[in-house]
């Protein structure tokens, strides 16, 4: 779980980082939309306290 939350969000910044390259580059006002969408796909990858609080039952649950 903590491996799939660390490679979504790198996938997300680095298509955030891409799209504010191009802005620089370009000065094109649509290249904000990655950065955008980077940020709440990183958001949406960050474990909530109901997230967490299920991996500890399911993890609690398999050791016994």
Not at 14 to 34: E, K, S
């Amino acid at each position: 779980v903590r491996t799939l939350t660390i490679i979504g969000a790198a996938l997300a910044e680095g298509v955030g980082l891409f799209g504010a390259v191009i802005y620089m580059v370009t000065g094109n006002q649509l290249a904000l939309i990655a950065p955008a969408l980077a940020f709440l796909a990183i958001l949406l990858c960050m474990p909530t306290r109901g997230r967490l609080e299920s991996l500890l039952e399911s993890l609690t649950k398999e050791s016994y």
